[in-house]
């Protein structure tokens, strides 16, 4: 019964068909993703041989997800969801033909393949709230942090497989080859989003405009938990991240071989399937709050040692410890935000995370490679790690309510909810 308690919870896969097959379907979609990260960073570095042009990935993918996201989030709370998903989803299927044609017969500069990516990233801008809202439809409440940690999984799966074989198909194929299992495998995604049933927002549906947007942030302002919640992530994303300054690392450490580019995305979701697989550990914690903490102090910490190490395992070892951190802090993350928020804004505030948790990245992908134009990958790396642990330090402090304990109203919705320091 104790290990049973410790390995990740899969009653959710069991229990609701609808979300099996969103589950797969988002995993072999992600698994594409993951491909694609490895032969757009490939590319833009053999076009630039850059830092701060692969950092520009991360500027283009972030651009879209903050300016549109939020408005994006609105639509989503006054739409039938599971619609709008399906029209994002087949945006970015188009996008990743495009870059397919453009990588097999074109010969576009890296700004070209720029704008491809940040196209792309205008429809994630619309589909990623509206698909975060589906587990609370799906599942019921005590089965919420476990279908998170499942979606985490997935994820993580495609991390640790998508990137190392990406680089193999770049090395051997080239990157249009890349980019057009990419675009096959949203054949998946919609495998999984025909599946799902109708989804509503909710009783009372978003006003349109920049006044629904204006509810949502109120939401926010007046929600320390959730508030705190984000500010963490973006401590340890927008200060920290450190996937831009891979090829420049690969450089100094591996010669450049793009079949060993991919073990640094590899590593960290080593990591991160490891901690998937034991979630249970922390996804029945009663204070997610400050496990999300922990893990991301953990993160910054890894990553500082990473800049550190001269031994290339042991820098690989690092960089699955930081992926292992990560992980816990993502789900603790999300059940935090999804347990405080009602129906009616989960577009919105879901909009907001997807903001922090991938346009965070991003921007800190843009600041690690300007840091290391400016100085060294090193320097980058260590200074993000140092940085990031007192930002946690400081979001943790000032928040008593994501270091207590939350406790559910059975009577109440998903924003009923009593948190005590």
Not at 382 to 408: F, N, Q
Request: glycine share 14%; proline share 6%.
């Amino acid at each position: 019964m104790g290990l049973r308690r410790t390995l990740i919870d899969v009653t959710p896969l069991r229990a609701s068909p609808p979300f099996r097959r969103l589950w797969i379907g988002q995993g072999l979609s992600g698994f594409g993703s993951q491909m694609t990260l490895v032969a757009v960073m490939f590319q833009i570095w053999q076009l630039t041989r850059s830092p701060a042009w692969t950092g520009a990935v991360g500027l283009a993918q972030a651009v879209p997800l903050i300016t549109l996201g939020v408005f994006a989030g609105s639509v989503v709370d006054r739409v039938d969801r599971r619609k709008f998903y399906l029209l994002t989803t087949s945006g970015q299927a188009a996008c990743s033909l495009l870059l397919a044609l453009q990588g097999l017969f074109g010969h576009v500069p890296a700004v070209g393949v720029l704008g491809l990516v940040a196209l792309q990233s205008c429809f994630v801008a619309g589909g990623g709230p509206a698909s975060r809202t589906f587990i609370p439809h799906l599942l019921p409440r005590q089965q919420l942090s476990a279908g998170l940690a499942l979606g985490r999984i997935a994820f993580q799966g495609a991390m640790l497989l998508g990137p190392a074989l990406g680089g193999l198909i770049v090395g051997a194929l080239g990157v249009g080859a890349c980019y057009l299992i990419d675009a096959l495998t949203f054949l998946a995604a919609f495998y999984g989003a025909f599946g799902l049933p109708k989804m509503q927002p909710g009783d009372e549906s978003a006003r349109p405009g920049l006044r629904g947007v204006l509810d949502g942030l109120a939401f926010l302002g007046r929600t320390p938990v959730i508030r705190g919640a984000l500010l963490t992530d973006l401590a340890a994303t927008v200060l920290s991240m450190p996937v831009s300054l891979f090829p420049l690392v690969n450089a100094e450490r591996f010669g450049g071989n793009p079949r060993t580019l991919g073990l640094f995305l590899t590593a960290v979701a080593v990591g991160g399937v490891t901690a998937s697989l034991f979630s249970g550990t922390f996804t029945r914690s009663r204070r997610p709050g400050l496990v999300m903490l922990a893990g991301s102090a953990a993160w910054g910490t890894a990553l500082a040692l990473f800049g550190m190490s001269s031994n290339r395992w042991g820098g690989l070892a690092l960089l699955a410890v930081a992926g292992a951190a990560d992980t816990v802090s993502v789900v603790s993350r999300s059940t935090v935000v999804q347990l405080h928020t009602p129906p009616e804004l989960l577009g919105r505030v879901s909009a907001a995370e997807q903001i922090v948790g991938q346009a965070g990245p991003d921007i800190g992908n843009v600041r690690g490679g300007l840091v290391a134009g400016a100085t060294s990958g090193t320097a980058a790396l260590v200074s993000g790690g140092l940085l990031c642990l007192g930002a946690v330090a400081v979001v943790g402090a000032a928040t008593a309510e994501l270091r207590g304990p939350v406790t559910p109203r059975p009577e109440g919705p998903a924003s009923g909810l009593s948190v005590h320091p």
